[in-house]
């Protein structure tokens, strides 16, 4: 069992550009969550979901959009890239009971140019 | 949203017990306490989480006062794997089943030979 990985591991891309942070789990959980990690700042959540076709925002949702059209994959995409995105990307998954801990995957470190 | 207060930074040998403390003063009674750790460049991990009663795993214990102003994580017998910055957070249910989680920065926890 993976748990739940992400996708690239790192990315270097040019402003402007688009680009989407995949991630997958195979737990079955209902609930994901995008989370970036600046130096200083520890994590911040970026959107979340519930569950498969929900999505929501979280503390600091713009510039990024994400979609969850199956229980496994919670892809975040940014759109047109700006420098201060440049961050570690932590995607997490956690099932719908009311104390249920999250599981994060490895990261995915973005550097914008 | 309740806030915790964590020191920066401890040391502790290894083999010796590390006691990290937590405040969180404004806790909320369905608001439970959560512990996290984060080791260099990897996604952050569950270690344990309880609501007002004190909790034990194989990897720490909790012990929350009665009035729940604050914790204390203490991992038993600290290694130096156990090095890493350790997250204390109050758990806030949002919009549903999804629970957002509220990083600050943690307390980096050294363990020394």
């Known amino acids: 069992i993976a748990g739940i990985t992400q996708a690239p591991t790192s990315q270097i891309l040019a402003a402007g550009r688009r680009m989407t942070l995949r991630c997958t789990q195979d737990m079955r959980h209902n609930a994901m969550y995008w989370y970036r990690q600046d130096l200083g700042l520890g994590l911040r959540l970026i959107h979340y979901s519930n569950t498969a076709g929900t999505t929501g925002k979280g503390e600091v949702p713009d510039g990024y959009s994400v979609s969850r059209a199956n229980t496994d994959d919670f892809p975040l995409t940014l759109a047109s890239a700006v420098p201060s995105q440049t961050s570690v990307y932590f995607c997490?998954?956690?099932?719908?009971?009311?104390?249920?801990?999250?599981?994060f995957g490895p990261g995915t470190r973005l550097t914008v140019t | 949203d309740a806030k915790t207060t964590q020191p920066p930074s401890m040391d502790c040998a290894e083999g010796r017990a590390a006691n990290l403390p937590c405040n969180h003063s404004?806790?909320?009674?369905?608001?439970?306490v959560y512990w996290y750790r984060q080791i260099h460049s990897q996604g952050p991990q569950y270690i344990i989480h309880?609501?007002?009663n004190n909790e034990t795993n194989e990897m720490a214990s909790l012990i929350i006062t009665e009035d729940r102003k604050s914790s204390t994580l203490i991992l038993p017998h600290a290694t130096l794997r156990d090095t890493a910055v350790y997250y204390c957070?109050?758990?806030?249910?949002?919009?549903?089943?999804?629970?957002?989680?509220?990083f600050g920065t943690g307390t980096r926890l050294q363990v020394m030979l």
């Open positions: 404004t806790i909320s009674g369905n608001e439970y």
């Open positions: 957070i109050v758990r806030v249910v949002w919009a549903g089943t999804a629970s957002k989680l509220t």
């Open positions: 997490a998954s956690s099932d719908s009971s009311q104390a249920s801990e999250q599981y």
């Open positions: 309880g609501l007002k």
